[in-house]
């Protein structure tokens, strides 16, 4: 039997097929190795932010500031590189920025007991910020580096590629499975979504486990602004404007609850090749507008609030009925 | 003698220089289910939080099994072998069962959670309190009962020496309080010390072995329950001899109308599953019921029932011989009802406005928003119920967080006096207010009646309610047990009744 708080992730997943099927009758060449492993790789960014987005929404919080950490990191690598300094060095250099920022952002929300979105919301304008003082051009790159790692690919059959970003974001997730549900970190994370004050009574490390978490989403931000980097092949100040709002999205329709507690990090995954597979169909039918996107995005995550809310009732009800008959 | 696992000696502590523990001296052997009795104030939460750590005491000493402990937070006082179940159960909704039970400190293998031991073993400890929960499913699926033994079992498991619990059966029906004294009854034969709170003195005689109550911040006694009448454990708790209570009926004329007036206001067979039995009561104008009981027998709950702030599941309501729907405060304030509620400082008060908005709130929210009362009519009716009420200082425009608690007791009441109710609902209108105002809204109360206003007054000043009300129904448990009309009415029928338990089905008190 399926769990109750499992439904809205059985739900994406049934969604995501549904529709790959219905896309698939549609445009028989949709059902392709070569367009799933393009699926995989033109959504990798947005993929890799979302893991930590999940963890930051399943604790009841919020991290605005992605996708100018994204742009940051992306023209910081740029013009690092451009200055001749190794890609390796640049990448690294990028990583530690991004997680010692988001950390801050953790240690200022518990510090000051301030709501999430309020400090990241100054994040997300302050490394917007950074990213046009460094640069406020497009900045191009080429390395050999670069290079080799865009090389790295597994073969898939019929000409299919699951090229190095693909391999990248499906690590992403497959850390942020085992960190979600098989650490103590993970446990008080949920703890902190469910409630604040029982997780302090139960002696979750409330602090610790704040600054942790919005660490590890500024990590895989920055780890998203280099895949990036690696997919456009170059840094902008501009770039990646709205892209934390896409991976709340990906986070609500994967099945995590907006209010944190509840959700599953495989379900982010699905959430991003909803997104994915929509643009991919606009692609194909060539005559629609791609804003489409937005508006079938935008009705599913309606359509999800809507289930988790009668999820919520309806288990409710029957508590109710439970404890009357006890 | 058997061992002392836990001790306290001169405990004291004060808040903004209020002194809330005054000496108080505690002993909880082991092996035993040790009741903490106390009205409302007592003192009984401060000295819980003490000993488990939440607070830090004045003074005093604290002892386990003969060594002197000093915890300084919750986490230290576990570690100790003291736990704690509060009354909101702690617990997390959203996580498992096996989680909830080991949060924290859940077995790793290879630096990974081990959810496969993990569910082993909460399956294990919970087979020994006799609950067939699921370990992998999320604790919201049930009920508060299984909830608080989930609870209990982390505490046990965590501490193991002694066990706190603050109103443990405050939520559940009788066939789960059975299961949970089971519980209880099983950790006490394993040598665990268990402290109680509880409001429910059937409870108290039904699962303790040693009583001690509290009053006004000081031990007043601390015996065995075999030692310890029912009566005279009532005495204690309130703190008067039954002998020396007085009846003083000041105002005990019978009421201005008829007693065969037709009740104005009639509730039959009203009541909500887990808050208040169902009950039929009638008033008359020109009458003031008395509500009495302990805390926790259901006074409150009777008011919000009458008010519309709960919606009851059972019964109808009548004004003037028409049924009406009380399902919202705004309906009852339409039928001529208002209602001054207990907690004045969050339920009543809006402190940042002035002593005039407060006045006239209710009449606007009557009136609604697109007939704004003019500032001239506020003016008029803050002068009036200042004057009337003498509340001090007589500036309409200071914020009523400024006053003293009896001048906003009295701006409360004039609150809804402006509205000109018919039926005047008030839980506890003297408490936590001077001597003088205290006399003086007595005076009001008996004014109001003469008026012919229908009033309903809890109070646990049972002096008072001898001195004003025409009727007192006592309540127990969450029913109402008795009513004492004219002669009836004393102080000591009112502490008699309260004493009797209020034996009733068991369906009946879910």
């Not at chain 1, 023209?75 to 988001?102: D, E, K, M, Q, Y």
């Not at chain 2, 405050?170 to 665990?192: H, N």
């Not at chain 2, 009112?494 to 879910?510: F, K, N, Q, S, T």
Request: proline share 4%; charged share 20%; hydrophobic share 50%.
């Amino acid at each position: 039997m399926i769990r109750a708080r499992n439904l809205p992730f059985v739900a994406t997943v049934v969604i995501f097929f549904a529709a790959y099927a219905l896309c698939a009758a549609q445009f028989p060449n949709m059902l392709s190795w070569r367009v799933a492993g393009n699926l995989l790789t033109d959504n990798a960014f947005l993929g890799i932010a979302a893991v930590g987005m999940t963890f930051v929404i399943l604790s009841g919080g919020i991290d605005l500031s992605v996708g100018s950490v994204i742009a940051f990191t992306s023209v910081l690598v740029a013009v690092l590189i451009r200055a001749g300094v190794h890609p390796a060095l640049a990448f690294g250099l990028a990583l530690v920025l991004s997680t010692g920022f988001g950390a801050l952002m953790g240690l200022t929300i518990h510090a000051l007991k301030m709501p999430a979105f309020v400090v990241t919301l100054a994040g997300m304008f302050l490394a917007r910020g950074a990213a046009f003082l460094i640069s406020t051009d497009s900045v191009p790159i080429g390395h050999p580096f670069l290079r080799t790692l865009k090389g790295l690919f597994i073969s898939l059959p019929d000409k299919g590629k699951l090229s190095f970003l693909a391999m990248l974001m499906l690590a992403a997730f497959a850390i942020g499975v085992v960190l979600a549900h098989r650490t103590r970190f993970g446990a008080n994370v949920y703890a902190l979504g469910g409630s604040p004050q029982s997780a302090e009574l139960m002696g979750v490390p409330i602090r610790r486990t704040t600054v942790q978490l919005y660490a590890f989403s500024g990590f895989m931000a920055g780890l998203a602004g280099l895949a990036y980097t690696l997919y456009t092949s170059a840094g902008y100040s501009l770039a990646t404007v709205g892209v934390e709002l896409d991976a709340i999205a990906a986070v609500v329709v994967g099945g995590t609850l907006l209010t944190g507690g509840s959700g599953l990090v495989l379900g982010t995954l699905f959430g991003v090749l909803i997104q994915g597979l929509i643009q991919t169909y606009i692609v194909f039918d060539g005559t629609l507008s791609s804003w489409w996107t937005k508006i079938v995005v935008g009705i599913l995550l309606f359509s999800f609030i809507v289930l988790q809310r009668l999820i919520l009732l309806v288990s409710e009800r029957r508590g109710a009925a439970r404890s009357a008959r006890g | 003698m058997r061992d002392e696992l836990l001790t306290a000696r001169g405990i004291d502590k004060s808040f903004y220089g209020v002194k809330v523990l005054d000496g108080v001296d505690f002993t909880l052997h082991g092996a035993e289910i040790h009741a903490l009795l106390g009205e409302n104030g007592a003192g009984k939460s401060t000295l819980v939080k003490i000993l488990t750590g939440a607070y830090r005491r004045d003074a005093g000493h604290m002892a386990l099994v003969g060594a002197e402990v000093e915890p300084r937070s919750v986490a230290e006082a576990q570690a100790l072998g003291i736990g704690t179940v509060y009354q909101e159960v702690n617990l997390l909704d959203n996580l498992t069962v096996a989680e909830n039970l080991y949060l924290g400190r859940q077995p790793r293998r290879m630096g990974l959670v081990d959810h496969r031991r993990m569910r082993r073993d909460a399956a294990a400890l919970l087979a020994r309190y006799g609950i067939a929960a699921d370990p992998d499913e999320t604790l919201s699926h049930y009920s508060v009962a299984v909830r608080q033994i989930i609870a209990i079992a982390r505490a046990v498991d965590l501490s193991g020496k002694v066990l706190f619990l603050d109103e443990p059966t405050a939520s559940l029906d009788a066939r789960e309080v059975q299961a949970l004294f089971t519980v209880l009854k099983q950790l006490r034969d394993q040598g665990l010390g268990i402290v109680i709170i509880t409001h429910f003195l059937d409870q108290v005689y039904q699962i303790a072995d040693r009583v001690t109550v509290l009053r006004n911040g000081r031990m007043v006694g601390s015996r065995a329950i075999a030692e310890l009448p029912r009566r005279d454990l009532v005495a204690l708790m309130l703190g008067r001899d039954l002998a020396e209570a007085t009846a003083h009926r000041a105002a005990g004329d019978a009421p201005l109308a008829a007693p065969d007036t037709p009740a104005a206001f009639q509730f039959t067979d009203y009541g909500k599953r887990g808050s208040i039995a169902p009950f039929d009561l009638a008033i008359r104008p020109g009458e003031v019921v008395g509500i009495a009981g302990l805390l926790g027998s259901g006074r409150t709950e009777t008011a919000r029932l009458m008010f519309g702030i709960d919606r009851p599941d059972s019964g109808s309501a009548m004004v003037d011989g028409l049924p009406v729907a009380l399902t919202s405060p705004e309906a009852a304030i339409a039928q001529g009802f208002g209602m001054c509620p207990e907690e004045r400082k969050t339920d009543g008060i809006v402190g940042d406005l002035s002593l005039r908005q407060n006045i006239v709130l209710a009449l606007q929210a009557r009136r609604g928003w697109a007939c704004p009362v003019p500032r001239r009519e506020a003016d008029a009716i803050a002068a009036r119920y200042i004057k009337a009420l003498d509340i001090r200082p007589p500036d309409p425009d200071r914020p009523i967080k400024f006053l003293s608690g009896g001048n906003q007791q009295k701006a409360i009441l004039a609150r809804w006096l402006a509205t000109d109710p018919r039926l005047l609902i008030l839980d506890e209108p003297t408490r936590g207010i001077d001597i003088g105002a205290h006399a003086e809204i007595i005076a009001l109360i008996q004014q109001l009646r003469a008026d012919g206003m229908a009033l309903v007054v809890i109070s646990s000043e049972i002096e008072e309610l001898v001195a004003y009300a025409t009727r007192v129904i006592v309540l127990s448990d969450r029913h109402h047990i008795r009513e004492l009309t004219g002669d009836q009415i004393s102080a000591q029928s009112i502490v008699a009744a309260m004493a009797l338990p209020g034996d009733l089905p068991a369906e009946g008190a879910a």
